[in-house]
T-cell receptor, first 116, second 113 residues
Framework: DSGVTQTPKHLITATGQRVTLRCSPR?????VYWYQQSLDQGLQFLIQ???????AKGNILERFSAQQFPDLHSELNLSSLELGDSALYFC???????????????FGPGTRLTVT | GQNIDQPTEMTATEGAIVQINCTYQ??????LFWYQQHAGEAPTFLSY????GLEEKGRFSSFLSRSKGYSYLLLKELQMKDSASYLC??????????????FGTGTQLKVEL
């Protein structure tokens, strides 16, 4: 158990809908990351938040957005869902002090999203 | 841009040693990670290299050569439970202090009796 929690575990929804995935980082971790993992593309970095602020951005679609709240939990919002958005969505967290050092990331169990 | 290459699949025998290679081409370099991922589960951290050389951790070792853009993960005394995907991930240039990792597509290791 990494200490990172994600809800829900599974989500089935229809095209065009909007969903929210939730992540709570390990105690003490200020950084949260979101990744998408599909069968054909591997693990793709979406976005990082550090202490409530966006810190790095990857190949995140405009239909997707995220935020980190004062209690450090994070939410990933996916809207206008398409069949191709079906994937495992992982959240990870890491200890960072804001100085730019490199730290290992601990992954949550993931949310499996199925768009029908 | 970032490019990370790993073999797609490897097969090895229980009790043997296997080496999984990773080559990378990235804009800058600030560390390389290896993660293990069992099907449908979360990746788990195995090792981290930022300087050239070998890092040993029990049955797992990882090597880095920054000049060659090359790393390998060495697994000794293979066990059936080591059957999993092994992901190589690189932190490239520092942009705004973000800790963005670029992952390879993973090497699926199958351990056989």
């Amino acid at each position: 158990d990494s200490g990172v929690t994600q809800t829900p575990k599974h989500l089935i929804t229809a095209t065009g809908q909007r969903v929210t995935l939730r992540c709570s980082p390990r105690s003490g971790d200020l950084s949260v990351y979101w990744y998408q993992q599909s069968l054909d593309q591997g693990l793709q970095f979406l976005i990082q938040y550090y202490n409530g602020e966006e810190r790095a951005k990857g190949n995140i679609l405009e239909r997707f957005s995220a935020q980190q709240f004062p209690d450090l939990h994070s939410e990933l919002n996916l809207s206008s869902l398409e069949l191709g958005d079906s994937a495992l969505y992982f959240c990870a967290s890491s200890v960072e002090d804001g100085t730019g050092g490199t730290y290992e990331q601990y992954f949550g169990p993931g949310t499996r999203l199925t768009v029908t | 841009g970032q490019n990370i290459d790993q073999p797609t699949e490897m097969t090895a025998t229980e009790g043997a040693i296997v080496q999984i290679n990773c080559t990378y081409q990235t804009s800058g370099f600030n560390g390389l990670f290896w993660y293990q991922q069992h099907a449908g589960e979360a990746p788990t951290f195995l090792s981290y290299n930022v300087l050239d050389g070998l890092e040993e951790k029990g049955r797992f070792s990882s090597f880095l050569s920054r000049s060659k853009g090359y790393s390998y993960l060495l697994l000794k005394e293979l066990q059936m439970k080591d059957s999993a995907s092994y992901l190589c991930a690189v932190r490239g240039e520092l942009t705004g202090g973000g800790n963005k990792l670029t992952f390879g597509t993973g090497t699926q290791l199958k351990v056989e009796l």
